[in-house]
């Protein structure tokens, strides 16, 4: 196969992540394949700084073996509900699934969080991925070579976007674009231009992930965008946890699909000549995704992994990408492989 080189874009999801950890495992494979820039967001931006560092020291094994080692950290927060194995042992366990899910750990800390605030534990605030992202090398997830990558977090004070990128990226940057505002304290960041310290939240309420870093000229002209909350999901989600669970996925996809219509319209504009050829970049958009899977996953999940779905995300992800380069790898510098008109139509 011909070199080709694509730009990465990777959502945030929590521990849903994982499936993108399959991805990326799969694309490493490819030695023809090379990732000149990485948008990351949440767990992409996690993913994203390991993928640039194990490249950045040690190529694509080194890749593998920094997304084995974040993931192996993460798996350490435990599953704790129990209502797979009871809810098993009732003629009805659909609905003893429900009543379990409202006394477990994971459901009794959402509904805490409603009620008590990040800032009411005083000086025992601990945020826990602080334990993972501070061991980052930062000397390569910041190193001129490798892959270019982007982290984007949301101002809290003005709403907007903030791309870190190159020596701005710090443990801080990655905290606060993983930054749920209900679970963990803003991380406070001094803006180099202005002198002010600005608050971030989670950079998945205005980049999920951020795509218009990618639009360097420079830069190639494929997008490959590792989507992991799904953009559809068929049935009236109907009990409390699926509804809350709906709304998640479409606050988190709005800011993506924003992107991608602007980006369908500027391809629109070229191709009928009202833009001069070369003023805007004509940019080849492609997907990896498993909605099946991610639709058959609780919202929770994301919060409380367990073992088992991890790696039952990376298989997914591996798998996703395997059917992708299967189905689009001589797309890749020649055509878009996803339809943005059909899409939006």
Known sequence: MKPKSINLALQGGGAHGAFTWGVLDRLLDEDWLEIAAISGTSAGALNGAALKSGLVRDGRQGARDDLDWLWSQVSEVHDLRL??????????PEIVNRWMEAFTPVAMADAFGRIVSPYDSGPFYVNPLARIVERFHYDEVCAEAGPRLFVSATNVRTGKIRVFSGAEISCDAILASACLPNVFRAVEIEDPATGRTEAFWDGGFTGNPALFPLFEADL?????????NPLMRDGIPKTPAEIEGRINEINFNASLLRELRAISFVRRLIADGSVIEGR????????VADDAVMTSLRADSKIAPGQGTLSRLKAAGQAAADRFLDA???DLGQRASVDLVAMFS
């Open 220 to 228: 190639p002209r494929d997008i490959v965008v590792v989507n992991i």
């Open 83 to 92: 209502t797979r194995w009871i809810g098993a042992l009732f003629p009805v």
């Open 328 to 330: 689009h790898a001589d």
């Open 280 to 287: 805007m970049k004509d940019v080849l958009m492609h997907l």
